[in-house]
Nanobody, 117 residues
Framework: VQLQASGGGLVQAGGSLRLSCAAPGTITSVFNSNIMGWYRQAPGKQRELVATITFNGITNYGDSVKGRFTISRDNSKKTVSLQMNSLKPDDTAVYYC?????????WGQGTQVTVSS
């Protein structure tokens, strides 16, 4: 699996951004066997869970984003998206797309999200 993330940028507090992650060179069945997710890492902090989603749409969110962020996936297009609403300065971080199957995980390149106050 190779992942290509996009959609980061600069936004004011209270605004919205949508991140996308594609796996264009991946066989659909392989993509479907992965739990897809988004993680983030702020300067000086550890990488943390943002959200994950299984093939059949079961989601899990980090406590700090519950109610504000929504993860979704399109298995036919082999994409996973993260809709981020009500953004806060604390959401500023590099966001990474992740594909996990069993004990193996693949990371996409990060995309910077900056939220100004």
């Amino acid at each position: 699996v190779q992942l290509q993330a996009s959609g980061g940028g600069l936004v004011q507090a209270g605004g919205s951004l949508r991140l996308s992650c594609a796996a264009p060179g991946t066989i659909t069945s392989v993509f479907n066997s992965n739990i897809m997710g988004w993680y983030r890492q702020a300067p000086g902090k550890q990488r943390e869970l943002v959200a994950t989603i299984t093939f059949n749409g079961i989601t899990n969110y980090g406590d700090s984003v519950k109610g504000r962020f929504t993860i979704s996936r399109d298995n036919s297009k082999k994409t996973v998206s993260l809709q981020m609403n009500s953004l806060k300065p604390d959401d500023t971080a590099v966001y990474y797309c992740n594909a996990k199957r069993g004990l193996s995980a693949v990371w996409g390149q990060g995309t910077q999200v900056t939220v100004s106050s």
